[in-house]
């Protein structure tokens, strides 16, 4: 599967963008999704992930009530929505996939083989 991140750009602290992952390529519903960022200086880091069937998610603690994973098997696309966005927020955001019959949520990166190139995110204070 082939994955493309979109809808990254600049905003004001406490404003919201939507980040949205295009797959191609193979049967998207087949596959758990998951997205990462990453800062300059700092490893990759989890943030959200979601069922195959979208009935379970999970987020790092960093961003629970604020992002929402989500995504339209139809379109073959994932979305994380991100409100009440922080300078500490800002970086490159990366969604990835894994196919995994189990339906498993996955949160390490070494757990996912299939990358979008990720979408620049930054916050202003």
């Known amino acids: 599967v082939q994955l493309q991140a979109s809808g990254g750009g600049l905003v004001q602290a406490g404003g919201s963008l939507r980040l949205s992952c295009a797959a191609s390529?193979?049967?998207?519903?087949?596959?758990?999704v998951g997205w990462f960022r990453q800062a300059p200086g700092n490893e990759r880091e989890f943030v959200a992930a979601?069922?195959?069937?979208?009935?379970?998610?999970t987020y790092a603690s960093s961003v629970k009530g604020r992002f929402t994973i989500s995504r339209d098997n139809a379109k073959d696309t994932s979305y994380l929505q991100m409100n009440r966005l922080k300078p500490e927020d800002t970086a490159v955001y990366y969604c990835?996939?894994?196919?995994?019959?189990?339906?498993?949520?996955?949160?390490?990166?070494?757990?996912?083989?299939?990358w979008g190139q990720g979408t620049l995110v930054t916050v202003s204070s």
């Open positions: 990835a996939a894994r196919y995994d019959v189990t339906g498993a949520l996955r949160i390490h990166p070494y757990e996912f083989p299939y």
């Open positions: 390529g193979d049967t998207f519903s087949g596959y758990v």
């Open positions: 979601i069922s195959r069937a979208a009935t379970r998610t």
